[in-house]
């Protein structure tokens, strides 16, 4: 490369640097922040199951350009929380129905009870005393009314359960209970607004159980939550 070639290549990166200087990095954390708010709205039903997401809207409303929000939809997409259709763009997806809240509740009934066995047998004090921790949060007396702390308990719920799942090893169990428990958070919103009491005490009984290193009885324990958890909630599936 002769000096008229070196001094074009210098040139060229010079310009390319200022350039890149000149343009504006996006925030970093913006497209995850996206995520949290719409996944929020649509936890709490600010956003209607089966219901057209407006990237137009979106823009207006949280300030953002659309490719942030695009990427936090495809996001969803991947948990099964919005759908992408041909023609209309993004939705919302459905409530859970009967067949479908049926089949929730036999794979939990599957996989929670064996997860809790193992949680007993394999779980670390520290990771006890988290579960604990997250349980007491739960249990804090009566979940505000507000629709925004109902994205906040559903999390806790989720935390719950997965920790349980993690603690005893698995962690393929533990991403497809986060999976479920979301649609399971959303039908209950549907009907009602606050977690059942009953289900604080039953997380109680299991947490105690996984403290006590009592496999059969965690096991058990977590069978009988999901079992009282699917009556509470299958009278008002259709």
Sequence with gaps: MDDRENMTHSISL????????????????????VYRRIRADIMSLKILPDTRISVDNMVRELGVSQTPIREALSMLEAIGLVTKKHFIGYCTAPRLDRRQ?????????????????????AMSDGTICALESVASQLGDG?????????????????????????????????????????????????????????????????????????????????????????????????
Excluded at 101 to 110: A, H, K
Excluded at 143 to 152: E, F, I, K, L
């Design 101 to 121: 809240l049926q089949e929730l509740f036999e794979f939990r009934l599957l996989i929670e009870p064996y997860a809790a066995r193992r949680a007993a047998e």
């Design 14 to 33: 010079l310009e390319g640097g200022a350039a890149a200087q000149r343009q504006i990095a996006r925030p970093s954390g913006l497209v995850d922040e």
């Design 142 to 238: 009566q979940p505000p009314q507000a629709d925004s702390s109902h994205a906040m308990l559903a999390d806790l719920d989720s935390e719950f359960h997965q920790m349980i799942a993690r603690g005893g090893g698995n962690n393929l169990i533990a991403e497809s209970l986060a999976r479920l428990h979301t649609h399971l958070h959303i039908f209950r919103f549907c009907f009602r607004r606050e977690l059942a009491d009953e289900a604080m005490v039953e997380h109680e009984v299991v947490v105690k159980a996984i403290r006590a290193r009592d496999a059969e009885a965690a096991e058990t324990s977590m069978r009988e939550h999901i079992e009282k958890s699917y009556a509470r909630l299958a009278s008002y599936a259709v």
